[in-house]
């Protein structure tokens, strides 16, 4: 059995053919959906990432803001910003790119957000409200893997999910969409005893911890369903995810590739959530 191969650059191509018909159809209302990114320092990675949102943003129709910030600037400087920011009303979504210099305290940064630009999903008022099962804003990786679950349509109720990794940005929430949808969860992480015998009986196997190639295909059950989060480099410069994908396809029913799979599914639900916000603006000063 070799698996199915979940592209998530051809996903992505269509759901942002879809937002640029929205952005144009706010546009034609006067409403011009706006995402300002703010980077601190010169971390390679990050600069990548935040080049990436801003074309993603200008092929679907969505205006950026970029502001970048020398790696010693003053915290105070960059809150500024985002207060100047959250009063604009032209700006509909906030993102500061992570991770942030080491004298920034980076949940006081993210909770400076106002929670209705919070595109990200990570102010404590979008995560209160995705924990009660009434999301406000998805987390876009989470949210990005859900779409592509749906795509290839994955039985979810009932189904055994095991999340590897119990991060804030992934893990957590990513444990929670699979929750509210029928799942039965189990987070596995650093202090898990066995973690064979958790990811072997998964149906859905989502990994997003960091380590390249940790899952192979011997942790897979037959025809499981595999996400892989992870984007890891190798010595010799190619990049590889958390699972084994040699190894992986195999064994798993449906698995996403890296580079190729998550990656590009992230900014365009970031895009998703921008035009949200958009969209909830313009139907909040129609009533």
Not at 38 to 45: F, H, K, Q, S, Y
Not at 106 to 125: M, N
Not at 213 to 231: E, F, L, Q, R
Not at 234 to 257: E, H, N, Q, R
């Given at each position: 059995?070799?698996?199915?191969?979940?592209?998530?650059?051809?996903?992505s191509?269509?759901?942002?053919?879809?937002?640029?018909?929205?952005?144009?159809?706010?546009?034609?209302?006067?409403?011009?959906?706006?995402?300002?990114?703010?980077?601190?320092?010169?971390?390679?990675?990050?600069?990548?990432?935040?080049?990436?949102k801003?074309?993603?943003?200008?092929?679907?129709?969505?205006?950026?803001?970029?502001?970048?910030?020398?790696?010693?600037?003053?915290?105070?400087?960059?809150?500024?910003?985002?207060?100047?920011?959250?009063?604009?009303?032209?700006?509909h979504?906030?993102?500061?790119?992570?991770?942030?210099?080491?004298?920034?305290?980076?949940?006081?940064?993210?909770?400076?957000?106002?929670?209705?630009?919070?595109?990200?999903?990570?102010?404590?008022?979008?995560?209160?409200?995705?924990?009660?099962?009434?999301?406000?804003?998805?987390?876009?990786?989470?949210y990005?893997?859900?779409?592509?679950?749906?795509?290839?349509?994955?039985?979810?109720?009932?189904?055994?999910?095991?999340?590897?990794?119990?991060?804030?940005?992934?893990?957590?929430?990513m444990?929670?969409?699979?929750?509210?949808?029928?799942?039965?969860?189990?987070?596995?992480?650093?202090?898990?005893?066995?973690?064979?015998?958790?990811?072997?009986?998964?149906?859905?196997?989502?990994?997003?911890v960091?380590?390249?190639?940790?899952?192979?295909?011997?942790?897979?059950?037959?025809?499981?369903?595999?996400?892989?989060v992870?984007?890891?480099?190798?010595?010799?410069?190619?990049?590889c995810?958390?699972?084994?994908?040699?190894?992986?396809?195999?064994?798993a029913g449906?698995?996403?590739?890296?580079?190729?799979?998550?990656?590009?599914?992230?900014?365009?639900?970031?895009?998703?959530?921008t035009?949200?916000?958009?969209?909830?603006?313009?139907?909040?000063?129609k009533?």
């Amino acid at each position: 059995m070799t698996a199915k191969i979940i592209d998530g650059n051809a996903l992505s191509a269509t759901l942002r053919g879809q937002l640029a018909e929205r952005a144009a159809a706010l546009s034609a209302k006067g409403v011009t959906p706006c995402l300002a990114v703010i980077l601190v320092g010169e971390d390679p990675a990050s600069a990548v990432y935040v080049r990436n949102k801003v074309a993603g943003c200008e092929k679907a129709g969505i205006r950026s803001l970029k502001f970048v910030y020398a790696a010693d600037a003053k915290p105070e400087e960059v809150f500024a910003k985002i207060a100047e920011l959250n009063a604009d009303a032209s700006v509909h979504g906030i993102l500061v790119q992570l991770p942030l210099p080491k004298h920034f305290d980076s949940d006081a940064v993210l909770e400076a957000i106002d929670a209705d630009k919070d595109v990200d999903g990570f102010h404590a008022e979008n995560v209160g409200a995705l924990a009660q099962g009434n999301p406000r804003f998805i987390p876009c990786t989470p949210y990005g893997v859900m779409k592509m679950l749906e795509s290839v349509g994955t039985a979810l109720k009932g189904a055994e999910a095991v999340i590897v990794g119990r991060s804030n940005i992934v893990g957590k929430p990513m444990a929670l969409l699979l929750l509210a949808q029928g799942c039965t969860v189990t987070v596995c992480h650093s202090q898990t005893r066995d973690l064979n015998f958790h990811t072997r009986r998964a149906d859905i196997l989502v990994a997003a911890v960091g380590r390249p190639k940790m899952i192979t295909g011997d942790m897979i059950k037959p025809g499981a369903t595999v996400i892989d989060v992870g984007i890891n480099r190798l010595p010799d410069g190619k990049l590889c995810g958390d699972v084994d994908f040699d190894s992986a396809k195999d064994v798993a029913g449906a698995i996403t590739p890296v580079p190729g799979g998550v990656g590009p599914m992230t900014i365009t639900m970031l895009l998703t959530n921008t035009l949200e916000a958009a969209e909830r603006r313009l139907q909040g000063e129609k009533k």
